[in-house]
């Protein structure tokens, strides 16, 4: 694992855990020498973080922690399962190439490796997280459907919409693994009902496959300050 993953796994987790406010300034060098790292890191790795909808650009070219209600990260999940539930349908649909499936089943293999670590490491966690970047990326390309790869990239700017987002913060490795473990053969099984051309099937489990991530949120309410009603990265209003 590089510095700069390094980087972006370290302020993605303090910024889920709460360790920033919402609204929060985050400074590129403050922050570097919190890590003990340079700049270049962490700039990069803000930039990735704002593609994920955690932090905004300021006025001043800096990043602040950004601030949803809960209401809002739950629809923005919701709302990835449907739009990736019509990928995995089309490209069923569609039918696999030899390339694509062969690429899906190196994700799998991939994925079966990082999780045999027990318990999680970083490393394993961060080798988890890029195949299922890479996963979810190829479905949705293979999809063909622009109108909807835009749509998906849109609702990616909210907080725990990406895929990235999706995997289960750190902070309880036995739950956390176990949860990846459910998320992953869930990936055999999509993968599974692409190849055999299912697509209803397919649709169906990549709108349940979400569920991940609103158990990973419902996993940050219960773990959140009672004085500060503070999903990480989220400013809650309960019940909105």
């Known amino acids: 694992m590089g510095l700069q993953e390094t980087v972006l796994l370290q302020l993605r987790e303090r910024i889920l855990r709460g360790d920033f406010a919402p609204g929060a300034r985050l400074a590129e060098q403050q922050l570097a020498e919190q890590i003990g790292a340079s700049r270049t890191p962490v700039r990069?790795?803000?930039?990735?973080?704002?593609?994920?909808?955690?932090?905004?650009?300021?006025?001043?070219?800096?990043?602040?922690?950004r601030q949803f209600t809960a209401r809002e990260v739950a629809d923005a999940i919701a709302v990835r399962g449907h739009l990736e539930g019509m990928a995995a349908r089309l490209v069923a649909e569609h039918g696999l190439s030899r390339q694509l499936a062969m690429d899906l089943q190196e994700c799998l293999a991939e994925g079966d490796a990082a999780l045999?670590?027990?318990?999680?490491?970083?490393?394993?966690?961060?080798?988890?997280?890029?195949?299922?970047?890479?996963?979810?990326?190829?479905?949705?390309?293979?999809?063909?459907?622009?109108?909807?790869?835009?749509a998906v990239e849109l609702n990616d700017r909210l907080p725990f919409a990406p895929a990235s987002a999706m995997l289960p913060m750190q902070g309880s490795v036995t739950l956390d693994r176990d949860l990846m473990l459910y998320a992953h053969r869930q990936h055999h099984m999509l993968v599974d009902a692409m190849r055999r051309g299912e697509g209803a099937r397919?649709?169906?489990?990549?709108?349940?496959?979400?569920?991940?991530?609103?158990?990973?949120?419902?996993?940050?309410?219960?773990?959140?300050?009672?004085?500060?009603?503070?999903l990480p990265a989220i400013r809650l209003i309960v019940g909105a």
Do not use: F
């Open 202 to 230: 397919a649709q169906a489990l990549a709108v349940e496959h979400t569920e991940v991530a609103q158990a990973n949120m419902r996993m940050a309410l219960e773990r959140r300050s009672e004085s500060e009603r503070v």
């Open 44 to 65: 990069a790795a803000l930039g990735v973080l704002e593609q994920e909808g955690l932090v905004k650009a300021n006025e001043t070219g800096g990043y602040v922690v």
């Open 116 to 150: 045999a670590a027990d318990p999680l490491t970083m490393e394993a966690y961060a080798r988890y997280a890029a195949m299922n970047d890479r996963l979810h990326a190829l479905v949705l390309e293979a999809s063909g459907n622009q109108a909807l790869q835009r």
